[in-house]
């Protein structure tokens, strides 16, 4: 017959036993709680990366269509004539400046690929642009300076149509990747 202390001692045989299971389903929620951490971790720093790339391509289109506009207004008065060359130095003087380019050169990597050519070409005339624009006037210039404003204007754009259908695409593809990102934050 069992006595008072039989019960007591089946149960110290299995006191070991009990506080390793304890042990291991604490350290299995432990282990839980952590990957959730590391999980919720890299989509917070997924977002961070997919919202600066979207940052990137949104400053990009919108100072390189800034720049097509102005690019284009010459190109226009440029076809009206042989300007005065007076006149045409005042507007070189005008063109704008662009370091959002020089920004998005600096972290080219958060770009697209397909439109590298296309903006390392619309980065190239506006650096000639805004070369005209800084430097002092020449005289002996003013004959090709306005067939070489306009090859640089017509490039400039040429360049930027096609940047534009690239970086709409990245930003299409970004939005829908951030969103997700959002929703499982």
């Keep these: 017959m069992l006595c008072n202390h039989g019960l007591y001692d089946i149960a110290k045989d299995f006191q070991p036993a009990l506080s390793a299971t304890i042990a291991l389903v604490a350290a299995g929620v432990a282990f839980i709680v952590g990957m959730a951490k590391i999980n919720v971790d890299r989509r917070a720093a997924a977002f961070q990366r997919v919202s600066s790339q979207l940052g990137v391509c949104l400053r990009l289109r ?40 020089d920004e998005a050169w600096k972290v080219v990597e958060s770009m697209p690929t397909k439109a590298m050519d296309d903006f390392e070409t619309l980065l190239y005339c506006h650096r000639g642009m805004a070369a005209y624009a800084s430097e002092q ?45 959002r929703r499982q934050l």
Excluded: F
């Design 62 to 101: 919108s100072r390189a269509g800034h720049l097509d506009d102005v690019a284009k207004t010459l190109t226009a008065w440029l076809a009206k004539g042989e300007p005065d060359p007076d006149k045409l130095e005042q507007v070189l003087k005008a063109w704008p400046s662009a370091s959002e380019l």
């Design 137 to 181: 006037r020449a005289m002996w210039l003013d004959k090709n300076r306005p067939s070489a404003v306009k090859n640089l204007c017509t490039n400039l754009s040429t360049s930027y149509t096609q940047l534009e259908k690239h970086l709409n695409n990245e930003i299409n593809t970004l939005e829908t990747e951030r969103e997700n990102l």
